[in-house]
T-cell receptor, first 112, second 116 residues
Framework: QKEVEQNSGPLSVPEGAIASLNCTYS??????FFWYRQYSGKSPELIMF????GDKEDGRFTAQLNKASQYVSLLIRDSQPSDSATYLC????????????FGDGTTLTVKP | NAGVMQNPRHLVRRRGQEARLRCSPM?????VYWYRQLPEEGLKFMVY????????ESGMPKERFSAEFPKEGPSILRIQQVVRGDSAAYFC??????????????FGEGSRLTVL
């Protein structure tokens, strides 16, 4: 079983729709959770991070965390073609330092 | 305010040669991480270093790969006797120490190694 699992996709949504990206993790002791966006041929960049159960909103993005279910998701509202990218879920080992473990990513395509 | 700097951006080597990839972290960052990304795959952790110390090398292959982060100068990922399976994008990331560290990784543009 992979430590961090994501649906590989591709996920295709029409422009203006809500895109929902899901991630599960195996280490119940994980404390920090991150969503990165990676455009083709480019480096990953942080979209959101979340530490506590519940929802965290930033503009069109909402991260949701459920530690009991070991599940974290990212919702993108009013999807735009510029949101087309691979979204990487990452889980960090401990609270202050240490490596982040990444899922294999979900490729999102937003069609005009 | 320069970000994470990696060089070379592209490197071509023949089988059996050595590859050296360099990474200068963001100013003020003392933690350096190396990740490898194969085509159409996610980022695989290789090694985590602080100045003059390897903190976690659990993702490093046991042979041919080594990493260092000296007191002065960039971090270096060294691959000896490269094979075709080493062809990948190698990303370096850095983060600050202490309370400033939210866990966010700041990535360089990557070094793309092609082994012929």
């Amino acid at each position: 079983q992979k430590e961090v699992e994501q649906n590989s996709g591709p996920l295709s949504v029409p422009e203006g729709a809500i895109a929902s990206l899901n991630c599960t993790y195996s280490d119940r002791g994980s404390q920090s959770f991150f969503w990165y966006r990676q455009y083709s041929g480019k480096s990953p960049e942080l979209i959101m991070f979340i530490y506590s159960n519940g929802d965290k909103e930033d503009g069109r993005f909402t991260a949701q965390l459920n530690k009991a279910s070991q599940y974290v998701s990212l919702l993108i509202r009013d999807s735009q073609p510029s949101d087309s990218a691979t979204y990487l879920c990452a889980v960090r080992d401990d609270g202050n330092a240490g490596k982040s473990t990444f899922g294999d990513g979900t490729t999102l395509t937003v069609k005009p | 305010n320069a970000g994470v700097m990696q060089n070379p951006r592209h490197l071509v080597r023949r089988r059996g040669q050595e590859a050296r990839l360099r990474c200068s972290p963001m100013k003020g960052h003392s933690h350096v991480y190396w990740y490898r990304q194969l085509p159409e795959e996610g980022l695989k952790f290789m090694v985590y270093l602080q100045k003059e110390n390897i903190i976690d090398e659990s993702g490093m292959p046991k042979e041919r790969f080594s990493a260092e982060f000296p007191k002065e100068g960039p971090s270096i990922l060294r691959i000896q006797q490269v094979v075709r399976g080493d062809s990948a994008a190698y990303f370096c990331a850095s983060s600050p120490r202490g309370a400033a560290n939210t866990g966010e990784l700041f990535f360089g543009e990557g070094s793309r190694l092609t082994v012929l």
